[in-house]
């Protein structure tokens, strides 16, 4: 499991939540707080497919409202749907991580010996 994409495939949608709870946005805005939080090859063409299936589950809202840069922008806030969901990624995120890490203390790696 050389593949980081595969652990970060489960968390990114819960990352984006997080990022809309804190206050309604827009994609680019994700993509940016994503990055600046160390989602450092995370593109704005892998974010807009889980904005939209988000939106398909129900879990956020979207709006388009005026840019002061241009054309109109797509805004996104959390549904009720998507608070319940936040809440129970958190809690399983935080259990799941601290048995990872609970793991990974328990010594350096030995290359299989």
């Known amino acids: 499991m050389n593949d980081k994409s595969q652990l970060m495939r489960g968390t990114i949608e819960g990352c984006i939540l ?8 827009y994609g680019y805005e994700i993509v940016e707080k994503l990055q600046q939080y160390g989602f450092k ?6 974010i807009y497919p889980l904005l939209l299936r988000l939106e398909k589950k129900n879990l956020i ?3 388009f409202r005026p840019s002061p840069l241009g054309p109109s922008r797509k805004y996104y806030s959390l549904t ?8 129970e990624f958190h809690k399983n995120w935080t259990e799941i991580s601290k ?3 609970t793991i990974l203390s328990m010594g350096g790696i030995n290359n299989g010996k």
């Not at 997080?18 to 946005?25: A, E, L, M, R, V």
């Not at 009720?80 to 809440?87: M, V």
């Open 18 to 25: 997080q990022i809309i709870n804190i206050k309604t946005t």
């Open 80 to 87: 009720k749907e998507g608070i319940l969901t936040l809440e």
């Open 41 to 46: 090859e995370i593109r704005e063409g892998t």
């Open 61 to 63: 809202n979207s709006e």
């Open 99 to 101: 048995s990872v890490n």
